[in-house]
Nanobody
Framework: QVQLVESGGGSVQPGGSLRLSCAASGFTLSANAIGWFRQAPGKEREGVSCSSDSDGSTYYLDSPQGRFTISRDIAKNTVYLQINSLKPEDTAVYYC????????????????WGQGTQVTVSS
């Protein structure tokens, strides 16, 4: 059974950092693309980052500013999203999702989703 569980969200001040985790089970990370998305109240879900071992592709919403970094720990079957220099506009529920092989920036093309973790940035 495919399962994704996010953690690591919280409340931080502007300029702070967070590392979100996405623990995966029921499938192999190496054969799939893992995407991070976020959804703020009243807004559409948007892609933040994605990583695929199949074709080596990586996607970042804020490229080339570089506040987001995606990484994988194959041994733990976990994908991480490091967010630095957090801004109030980063406030949202962050989700991870999986799709076969390649990254895609459309959330409709991802098969399974986690329950989300809340990130709140305020002073």
């Amino acid at each position: 059974q495919v399962q994704l569980v996010e953690s690591g969200g919280g409340s931080v001040q502007p300029g702070g950092s967070l590392r979100l985790s996405c623990a995966a089970s029921g499938f192999t990370l190496s054969a799939n693309a893992i995407g991070w998305f976020r959804q703020a109240p009243g807004k559409e879900r948007e892609g933040v980052s994605c990583s695929s071992d199949s074709d080596g592709s990586t996607y970042y919403l804020d490229s080339p500013q570089g506040r987001f970094t995606i990484s994988r720990d194959i041994a733990k079957n976990t994908v991480y999203l490091q967010i630095n220099s957090l801004k109030p506009e980063d406030t949202a529920v962050y989700y991870c999702a999986v799709r076969p092989y390649k990254c895609d920036d459309s959330p409709t093309r991802y098969s399974y989703w986690g329950q989300g973790t809340q990130v709140t940035v305020s002073s």
